[in-house]
């Protein structure tokens, strides 16, 4: 069967230089979702989203922008500036999970108040003509929640709706609900895309036959952790290749040198590359241990030496 691999957005992470090395060293991706704009109730677009969307920024396969909000006014404001770069879908985040997200109503949030995404559904298909499509969870509180917004959803030509299969409140804490997931292919009129924990060759099979009507799936912490994993699971196979540690060293120095250019001074770089340490240590032999020698790193200088250290002791 015929299948495709998008790359599910985590902010603070598969922004465009990520996007652009994953594909350049690994491949496998077919579509990438940028990270969220958020507005915040300022009709301004941030210069990190400016850079994250640039078309020449962006040297993947496609990319489809996403949007975090509550409000209609800033969901059409989003639209007409993805418009003026030439992007014809707009995805709309009801998926994200943090508790300040979620309180305020956004997100994984706002899925228990189907009147509302009602509201702002229809305004963006009554005064734009933009593809919309959903990325969201099961509910924040329960995974009932997304059930009641199957017939609001019903009422537009979403392109699809890409479903997390957790609830907000779990974070991404405990297992998959596949039962849940299921109830939702039954009832669900439009294209649903599966996401969570595909983290292996294996996992997305086991997926694949549990869910046989389903042909897109979203990898997300799985693809931080082994960027290899798309295009194993295209390959069909569980090898690396040879070259598995020098390739992951060229693809890790590609995106460091990057950000430390785009960020200023140790600190923020550290936390940076800390942040991704916390997936990468995970293709470890001793995760443990990897994730620890980063951490111990206290300056720029020691952070690379650990790096190095890191890759050549790793077995081929």
Not at 9 to 32: E, S, V
Not at 109 to 116: E, F, Q, R, T
Not at 138 to 148: P, R, V
Not at 245 to 267: K, R
């Amino acid at each position: 069967m015929n299948f495709t691999l998008l790359s599910s957005p985590l902010q603070g992470f598969t922004d465009f230089r990520f996007r652009n090395a994953q594909h350049k060293y690994f491949g496998g991706i077919d579509t990438y979702y940028a990270p969220y704009i958020r507005l915040n109730g300022k009709f301004k677009i941030k210069s990190s989203y400016e850079r994250d969307l640039i078309p020449e920024h962006n040297i993947v396969p496609t990319v489809i922008p996403q949007v975090i909000t509550s409000d209609a006014d800033e969901f059409l404001f989003v639209v007409k500036y993805v418009q003026s770069l030439g992007y014809k879908e707009l995805n709309w985040n009801l998926g994200c999970p943090y508790p300040m997200v979620a309180k305020s109503g956004m997100g994984s949030g706002l899925i228990c108040d189907p009147a509302k995404i009602d509201h702002i559904l229809k305004r963006a298909h009554e005064e734009t003509d933009i593809l919309v499509s959903m990325k969201m969870r099961m509910g924040y509180e329960n995974s009932e929640e997304i059930l009641d917004t199957f017939p609001i959803l019903e009422k537009y030509p979403l392109k699809n709706v890409a479903i997390h299969a957790r609830i907000g409140k779990q974070l991404y804490k405990g297992g998959v609900d596949l039962e849940a997931f299921q109830k939702c292919i039954d009832v669900a009129k439009h294209q649903l895309y599966y996401n969570g924990d595909i983290t292996t060759v294996e996992g997305f099979k086991a997926m694949q036959e549990r869910f046989p009507s389903i042909s897109h799936f979203m990898l997300g912490r799985g693809l931080i952790a082994d960027p290899f994993l798309p295009q194993m699971i295209k390959d069909d196979t569980t090898e690396y290749p040879k070259d598995r540690w020098q390739t992951f060293e060229m693809f890790h120095n590609e995106i460091y040198h990057q950000y430390d250019a785009a960020l200023s001074g140790p600190t923020p770089i550290k936390m940076k590359m800390l942040g991704f340490w916390e997936y990468f240590s995970k293709s470890f032999s001793n995760p443990h241990k990897t994730y620890k020698k980063i951490k111990k790193a206290t300056n720029p200088k020691k952070y690379q030496l650990a790096v190095k250290e890191i890759f050549k002791n790793e077995p081929n």
